[in-house]
């Protein structure tokens, strides 16, 4: 016999073997007992048979779904919508929300932010502060990397810091920075030393981190061109992986990939595209069509909103307009807007009325808004009780025995569609009390510019933000009365002064909230403006993005907060597998 013959054999002998029909007896019993079914007798078995199957299998799948619990997963992707086209994805350049958010996505700071809006530890371990509030000692992570490989180190901190503090760079953290000593005490270990105590110091450590050693060697006028501009390599949760620009050179879209080496973990979205539309109205459409599946500001049904540490009012300039100095005119002024209408109508219920100036929170008492059917009455009883008249054919409030007189009242705000419709409800409200109102509306840049820094304004409707502290400090102290100072109503009172300082030095949570209450009420009982309102900051999600959670919103920058925690694709686990 041929060798090659017993494999084959072999094989034909399994195959019969395998092929040969088995029965089982029981088996057996149960076909004949099926076969001699009547044939409806017999569909109705078949019937009942796959019903039981599927009950069972879904019984299965539930007492899985009760037994196992659902987890994030790595994967999934974002498409960002937003308004504005970034310039510069650097930490100490950023000026534009787009800059702030790639800016945000891309560097970490020794800080960063939670879901509650507290501090937390990101590139730092840990940190101490001495009894005096004055010097603040960090040790970062052993496990601190950039997107490169190379480890975050202290040099790295005191470069960015006195970059910050470099006076010919010109960067907006420039005053954040000013007069605070920084030093390397060893590769993993940076001290702060502050000329005096500044309870918000914590705050501006959140600010992102460069590579020194790849921006060293770059002076401060290569320093905006360079290409880590748009190709930065930071510590953040994602890092750049391409960039999209326009025939004109505008970028109109960035793609961000999740940084594996992330100092607090990978972030559970693979991928994050901007897309960046020039107006809100196709920034809307986008999101209306779905070719944008997240975005801010929108205001749609289901977004997610979170206080804006902002507000809002008319601030008036006594020095422009004497009649601003009497307390009598600036109160009925401010009773005279119906807050509540601005806020609903104008505002779409994504605001909350104020009477002063700390943004609403949880430890700050407001000052209740006053009850009435009709401001305007009310506005116009304060005017009479203190001497003033109406005279309706000049339309103008006298004031004989004081020789003064409230009449014509021209409102200068920005021309943004929000800033515009609250101008026209401040109008309609004060030419009810009597009083006729011009608006005059300038572009942003120009406002600030040619309107408030030369304080060339009678009433200026305006919006404050307010530090994450609420350090009001720059707002109201009476020496910040002048420019670069931020106090646009001239106010000043030595009281609120002491308050300012004190609340800004001292460590003692207990006494900034006394302080702070102690600023609202008086400020508030001093009409200095006629404030409004707080905004809500507003951002739309798809509805299977889970894990966004908002703290309070300082810049637009704060809603990726918790970034590195937002997924939408989920695991089944046992649940021991899932602590």
Do not use: C
């Amino acid at each position: 016999m041929n060798p090659d013959d017993a494999p084959r054999e072999r094989y034909e002998l399994w195959r019969e073997k395998l092929a040969r029909v088995r029965s089982v007896e029981a088996f057996e019993r149960v076909r004949e007992r099926i076969r001699s079914f009547s044939p409806g007798d017999r569909f109705l078995f078949h019937l009942f048979a796959v019903i039981l199957g599927i009950t069972s299998l879904l019984g299965l799948y539930a007492l899985q779904r009760a037994v196992l619990e659902e987890v994030p997963a790595y994967g999934g992707s974002l498409v960002e919508g937003e308004i504005g086209s970034p310039q510069f994805i650097n930490p100490l350049l950023a000026i534009s929300d787009a800059d702030r958010d790639l800016s945000t996505l891309v560097y970490a700071g020794l800080m960063g932010l939670s879901g509650s809006g507290s501090l937390t530890p990101v590139l730092a371990e840990s940190y101490t502060m001495s009894p005096d509030g004055k010097t603040y000692t960090f040790t970062l992570r052993k496990n601190a990397k950039f997107t490169d490989g190379t480890p975050v180190t202290a040099n790295d901190v005191v470069f960015t810091v006195r970059k910050a503090q470099d006076a010919a760079l010109k960067s907006p953290e420039y005053a954040n920075w000013s007069g605070v000593s920084v030093s390397a005490q060893d590769t993993r270990t940076v001290r702060f030393v502050l000329a005096k105590p500044y309870a918000p110091f914590l705050g501006l450590t959140t600010l992102g981190i460069l590579p020194s050693r790849l921006w060293e060697r770059i002076s401060n006028e290569e320093f905006p061109f360079s290409t880590l501009e748009t190709n930065p390599v930071g510590a953040g949760p994602f890092k750049v992986a391409s960039v999209s620009r326009d025939a004109s050179g505008l970028i109109r879209n960035v793609s961000l990939v999740e940084n594996p080496d992330f100092a607090l973990g990978r972030p559970y979205l693979d991928r994050i595209r901007f897309d960046f539309y020039s107006r809100a109205e196709d920034l809307a459409a986008a999101v209306k069509s779905g070719a944008v599946e997240s975005a801010y500001g929108i205001a749609m049904k289901g977004v997610l909103t979170a206080p804006y540490a902002r507000v809002f009012g008319v601030f008036w300039n006594p020095s422009e307009k004497q009649v601003f100095v009497r307390a009598e005119v600036r109160k009925a002024l401010s009773l005279a807007l119906d807050r509540q209408d601005i806020v609903s109508s104008v505002l779409g219920g994504y605001a909350t009325a104020i009477m002063g100036p700390v943004p609403p929170g949880k430890s700050v008492k407001q000052v209740p808004i006053p009850q009435s059917e009709n401001p305007a009455a009310a506005a116009a009883a304060v005017l009479q009780s203190n001497g003033w008249s109406y005279d309706g054919s000049d339309r103008v409030w006298k004031n004989a025995s004081a020789k003064q007189t409230l009449d014509r009242i021209t409102i200068r705000t920005s021309n943004v569609p929000e800033l515009k419709n609250v101008a026209s409800a401040v109008k309609e409200d004060w030419e009810r009390l009597g009083i006729p109102v011009d608006i005059e509306l300038y572009e942003p840049g120009d406002l600030s510019q040619n309107v408030i820094r030369p304080r060339k304004y009678e009433a200026l409707l305006y919006g404050m933000v307010i530090g994450r502290d609420q350090d009001l400090y720059a707002f109201w102290d009476s020496q910040e009365r002048n420019d670069p100072g931020l106090n646009i109503a001239l106010y000043a009172n030595k009281t609120v002064d002491a308050l300012l300082e004190d609340a800004r030095s001292t460590a003692d949570q207990g006494m900034r909230i006394k302080d702070l209450q102690s600023i609202e009420n008086i400020i508030a009982a001093d009409y200095p403006a006629a404030f409004i309102y707080a905004p809500d900051f507003t951002y739309s999600v798809p509805k299977d993005l889970r894990g966004v959670v908002l703290p309070q919103i300082i810049t637009p920058a704060d809603r990726f907060a918790t970034v590195a925690s937002w997924y939408r694709e989920t695991d089944a686990v046992w649940p021991f597998f899932a602590k």
